[in-house]
C-alpha cells in the first residue's frame, strides 16, 4: 500500500512558484503597477527558499515576506531591503470590508491567509499573528480551485485597528505534496508542504490617505492596477461595475431606493473615469500585460546564447517576457513543446518560430566542431541537470528533430548544477553540422520531487520530475570537421624528428 502512495507521491510537482498579489500590490509586484521600485521578476515565486531550505535546513521558518529564514537581514522584501522601499500602496478606513486580488498563475491546492502587522519594522510572525483577518463570509483560510485566475476576495479589517504604515501579509500554503497526517495515515496535503509569501505597504485610517507617491493614472486603473477611490474600492473589470462597499458604511437605516441612487450615482461616476482609463490605456497596457502574465516562478534562463524569451534583457528590441526563467511546459502534467511551451497549445507555440517570441533572429554564429561558451542563468536551485541538443530545422517543431545531444567539453552530456547562480558552460559542436538555421534546446529536468527509482527503491530525484526548455537561434557555418576515427595500433612505430647534421 505505501508503495503505491510513493509511486503516486513521485507524481506530484513540488510547487515552484504560483502567485503574487495584485491588489494591494504587493513590494515584489509594485513596480507592474507604476511604482518606482526595483522589478522583481520573479514575484511570484517568493517561496521561502524552496520547500526543502525551508523544511530541512530552516526547520519550516520562513522569512516574514516569503524570503527564506537564513537570508541575511533585511531581507530582500523586508522593510530596507532590495524590493522593501515602505511606499504606501492603499488606504483603508478603519474596520472596513475590502477586496484583495490575488494572481495564483498554477493552483496546488491548498490554502491562503491574509495578516497585519502594525509595525513595519517588526521582522517577526508573532507581529501578524496578532491580527488575522476575517473573511467576509467568515473564517481565515480561502481555498482556490483553480489556476491561471485572479481571485477577488473580500476581507474585513481588525476593529479598531489604525495605523499609518502596515504591513500586510500572504502566505499561501500549498497542498499538492503527499505526507503524513496527524492520524498517522498518509494523504494528499499532509505533512511539510511548500509555502509562499508576500508583503503590501498599506494605511489604515480616516480621512488623509497617506498616499506620498501614485503613478501616473493611478486613481483610474482597474482593480488589476490597484484601483483606489478615497470613499471604497471598485472592481472596474466587472463590466456591472459592481461596488465592495466598506462594511462602515453599511445602515440598516437606508431604504433600497436611496441606496440604488447612490450606487448609480457612484457608477456614473466610475464610467467616467473608466473614459479616462480608455484614453490612458496605450501607456498602460504593458503594465497590464505584465500584472496579468501566467507564470510559474522561474528556474532558469540561456543567456548564451540568449533564448527566444530572454533576447529582450540584452538590448534587442523583442517582446519582453518576464517570465522567460519560468518556461515549464505549461506545468508538472502538461506534454512539453520543444521550447517549454504546452505541447497542447495552438500553433505555433509562443516560444516556437512564428509564434510571439520566436522570429527567428539569429543571435550567435559558431563554426562545426567548435567547442562553445554557454550562459546558463538559476534563479531558484531544485537538484537535477540540464543537457543542450540541436535541431537543424527551424521548422520542425517536434523532440525527434532535436538528435544532437551536445557533449561537454569534460565528457558526458548532463550539467548538474550546485546551487543557483550563473554558470559558463563549455561545450562540444557536432563536427559533421553545418546549418545556416539551427535550433539549440536547453532542458533542465529539475531533481527535488520524491520518487520511486528505477530499481524499484525510493529517493530524491526519482521519478517523474518537472521540466524547463528555453530555445535560441544559432548558424554554424564553414566546411565540416572530418570524423577520424580512432584505430587501435598493436606496435605502433614512433618516428622522432632531430635536428642537425
Known amino acids: ?163 499609518d504604515h502596515c504591513v500586510l501579509q500572504w502566505r499561501y500554503t500549498a497542498g499538492n505534496n503527499w505526507g503524513i497526517c496527524p492520524n498517522g495515515t498518509g494523504g494528499l496535503g499532509c505533512g511539510n508542504q511548500e509555502q509562499f509569501g508576500a508583503c503590501s505597504d498599506v494605511s489604515i485610517g480616516a480621512g488623509k490617505s497617506g498616499l506620498k507617491y501614485k503613478p501616473e493614472g493611478y486613481d483610474d486603473m482597474p482593480s488589476v492596477l490597484l484601483h483606489y477611490l478615497s470613499k471604497g474600492y471598485y472592481d472596474l473589470q466587472d463590466p456591472s461595475l459592481k461596488e465592495v462597499v466598506p462594511a462602515s458604511s453599511h445602515s440598516k437605516n437606508k431604504s433600497p431606493n436611496i441606496k440604488n441612487k447612490l450606487k448609480r450615482k457612484k457608477q456614473r461616476k466610475n464610467k467616467k473615469r473608466m473614459k479616462f482609463y480608455k484614453q490612458k490605456k496605450m501607456q498602460l497596457s504593458v503594465v497590464v500585460l505584465a500584472a496579468l502574465v501566467a507564470s510559474v516562478m522561474g528556474h532558469g534562463r540561456l543567456h548564451k546564447p540568449v533564448g527566444r524569451a530572454s533576447a529582450w534583457r540584452f538590448g ?56 562553445i561558451d554557454t550562459i546558463i542563468a538559476i534563479t531558484a536551485y531544485h537538484k537535477g541537470y540540464w543537457e543542450l541538443r540541436i535541431c537543424d530545422d527551424p521548422l520542425n517543431n517536434e523532440d525527434e528533430c532535436f538528435k544532437y545531444l551536445l557533449e561537454l567539453e569534460e565528457g558526458g552530456t548532463k550539467y548538474y548544477p550546485p546551487s543557483a547562480g550563473e554558470y559558463n558552460v563549455r561545450y562540444k559542436l557536432p563536427k559533421g553540422l553545418v546549418c545556416d538555421h539551427c535550433v539549440l534546446q536547453w532542458q533542465y529536468t529539475a531533481g527535488n520531487n520524491w520518487g520511486v527509482c528505477k530499481n524499484g527503491s525510493q529517493g530524491l530525484g526519482c521519478g517523474n520530475q518537472e521540466t524547463f526548455r528555453s530555445c535560441a537561434d544559432i548558424a554554424i557555418k564553414g566546411a565540416p570537421v572530418e570524423e577520424v576515427p580512432d584505430i587501435p595500433v598493436e606496435n605502433p612505430i614512433i618516428c622522432l624528428n632531430h635536428i642537425g647534421n
Open 1 to 163: 500500500m505505501w508503495r503505491l502512495f510513493l509511486t503516486i507521491a513521485s507524481m506530484l510537482v513540488l510547487v515552484a512558484g504560483h502567485g503574487r498579489v495584485i491588489q494591494p500590490t504587493s513590494r515584489a509586484s509594485a513596480w507592474r503597477a507604476g511604482f518606482p521600485t526595483k522589478p522583481d521578476y520573479d514575484d511570484d515565486g517568493v517561496n521561502c527558499g524552496g520547500m526543502w531550505h525551508q523544511w530541512s535546513y530552516n526547520k519550516g521558518k520562513c522569512g516574514i515576506c516569503g524570503d527564506r529564514y537564513d537570508a541575511k537581514p533585511p531581507r530582500a522584501h523586508e522593510l530596507g531591503g532590495t524590493y522593501g522601499e515602505g511606499i504606501i500602496v492603499a488606504h483603508y478606513l478603519p474596520s472596513s470590508v475590502f477586496t484583495v486580488t490575488v494572481h495564483l498563475t498554477t493552483s496546488h491546492k491548498g490554502f491562503w491567509e491574509f495578516k497585519l502587522c502594525p509595525d513595519p519594522h517588526r521582522n517577526d510572525q508573532e507581529c501578524f499573528d496578532e491580527y488575522p483577518l476575517e473573511l467576509e463570509e467568515g473564517g481565515t483560510k480561502y481555498y482556490p480551485t483553480r489556476g491561471s485566475v485572479k481571485y477577488d476576495v473580500n476581507y474585513r479589517l481588525p476593529s479598531g485597528l489604525v495605523c
Open 316 to 371: 534587442y528590441q523583442r517582446t519582453a517576457n518576464y517570465d522567460d526563467n519560468g518556461l515549464n511546459c505549461g506545468g508538472f502534467y502538461h506534454q512539453c513543446g520543444i521550447c517549454g511551451d504546452p505541447y497542447d497549445a495552438p500553433a505555433p507555440r509562443r516560444h516556437e518560430l512564428g509564434g510571439i517570441y520566436g522570429d527567428g533572429t539569429i543571435y550567435a554564429e559558431y563554426s562545426p566542431g567548435e567547442t
